[in-house]
Each structure stands twice: as C-alpha cells, then as structure tokens.
C-alpha cells in the first residue's frame, strides 16, 4: 500500500501540488479567512448563492490550509481548487466523507 505521503509525492511530479513549508501565519491567515466566510453564511438574510459562494470559499480555505500543514500547496494551473478537494482524505483523513460534496459542490460553482 503506498503512504499517503508518496501519493502527494506522485501529484508534486505530476505539478498538481508544490512543496511548500508555510509559516504559522499563513496558515492562521487561511483559517482566519474560513472563519470569516462561515461567519458570511450565517448571516440570516444571505442569498442562497451568497451562502453557497461563502461555504464554498471557506472549505477551499480549509483545504489550502490543511494541504500546507502536510508541506504542500496548490499548483499554480486552473482547476486547482478541484485538486484540493480531491486530496482532502489525504491531508485530513476525517473528512474522507465529505470530498464527493465538495466535488460536486466545485462542479456546481
């Protein structure tokens, strides 16, 4: 079975992900931004989209930052907002469950 970290190894040669060793506020920056936007959709009077579009960038925070606390970040091509979703079982294995909504909900933006 290979480990999860050779797996991020595979989609750093592939340029799917970058090594990246982040610094703590980076990563508070990231959470900070996902708080903020959890905030946004909790607003009563939101639109539908506005609470989607708030969801949806606060679990693309989350991503980023759990994907740089593995040593990792994004590539810099187009669609890698799909890649982090697709790696989530990897960089938080707890939230395995959730990665075919958050494709689905990528799909739907």
């Known amino acids: 079975m290979t480990s999860r970290k050779s797996n991020l190894d595979n989609l750093v040669d592939a ?34 989209t506005g609470k989607f579009s708030s969801l949806y960038d606060a679990s693309h925070s989350l991503c980023i930052a759990a994907t740089k606390m593995y040593g990792y970040r994004p590539g810099d091509d187009k669609g890698h907002r799909q890649g982090l979703f697709s790696i989530i079982d990897q960089v938080v294995p707890a939230a395995s469950n959730i990665q075919p909504i958050l494709i689905i909900a990528h799909r739907t933006r």
Do not use: C, F, M, Y
């Open 15 to 48: 340029g799917l992900l970058k090594v990246h060793i982040a610094k703590p506020d980076e990563l508070k920056t990231h959470i900070q931004s996902a708080e903020d936007r959890l905030k946004d959709a909790s607003i009563a009077n939101i639109s539908k």
